[in-house]
């Protein structure tokens, strides 16, 4: 297993920019996915954007366009590049690391985008 800790959330104007950070607390280079998730209030978790360990990234339509994902296996650190940044963005952002039958999560980091 590995934990994960989320960093980098905050209240942003609509059209701001945000990064956000993911610390893993071992190396991240042999994990399959690593990817950022988000949950609104009374809306499921839905996937952000994902990137594999060799780089091939994929993102949610909403997101397309808009935010870079973006993994450093030195650093052990995926991060989260968000920029113009709309209201319905609000929610909780999640890190995971997936590497087949073992699935990890962070806690949460919370953001908040105003009209």
């Known amino acids: 297993q590995v934990q994960l800790a989320e960093s980098g959330g905050g209240l942003v104007q609509s059209g701001g920019s945000l990064r956000l950070s993911c610390a893993a607390s071992?190396?991240?280079?042999?994990?399959?996915?690593m990817g950022w998730y988000r949950q609104a209030p009374g809306k499921e978790r839905e996937m952000v954007a994902r990137?594999?360990?060799?780089?091939?990234?994929n993102y949610a339509d909403s997101v397309k366009g808009r935010f870079t994902i973006s993994r450093d296996n030195a650093k052990n650190t995926v991060y989260l590049q968000m920029n113009s940044l709309k209201p319905e963005d609000t929610a909780v952002y999640y890190c995971?690391?997936?590497?087949?039958?073992?699935?990890?999560w962070g806690q949460g980091t919370q953001v908040t985008v105003s009209s």
């Open positions: 995971n690391a997936n590497h087949y039958n073992d699935d990890n």
């Open positions: 071992r190396s991240i280079f042999w994990i399959a996915f």
């Open positions: 990137i594999t360990n060799g780089g091939a990234v």
